[in-house]
Nanobody, 123 residues
Framework: QVQLVESGGGLVQAGGSLRLSCAAS????????MGWFRQAPGNEREFVAA????????YYADSVKGRFTISRDVAKNTVYLQMNSLKPEDTAVYYC????????????????WGQGTQVTVSS
């Protein structure tokens, strides 16, 4: 079992930055790939970024490439999403998730989800 708790969301102006954190509990956290997804009202949950269990590979949606960076600290059981140059269209609830499978861009690949943290970017 892995339990995930996100934090770091908030209100920021366009062009600003936020760093989201996802604290994980569970002895096998290190074995899972970790991803960030987001969901805006009326939209489906969409892939944002993912990092493999070894942190050797990172994946990003085209819409955030060059602006967002995913990282993980295995010793702290935490995954981060650094978000720079934020845009109003980045406004959504952001979820972190743990995947035993490697299809990191797919919602169905993830076994555990956090409760989400709201990110609002004003124009």
């Amino acid at each position: 079992q892995v339990q995930l708790v996100e934090s770091g969301g908030g209100l920021v102006q366009a062009g600003g930055s936020l760093r989201l954190s996802c604290a994980a509990s569970g002895r096998t956290f290190w074995a899972y790939g970790m991803g960030w997804f987001r969901q805006a009202p009326g939209n489906e949950r969409e892939f944002v970024a993912a990092i493999s269990w070894s942190a050797g590979s990172r994946y990003y949606a085209d819409s955030v490439k060059g602006r967002f960076t995913i990282s993980r600290d295995v010793a702290k059981n935490t995954v981060y999403l650094q978000m720079n140059s934020l845009k109003p269209e980045d406004t959504a609830v952001y979820y972190c998730a743990a995947a035993a499978r490697s299809d990191y861009a797919r919602v169905w690949a993830y076994d555990y989800w956090g409760q989400g943290t709201q990110v609002t970017v004003s124009s």
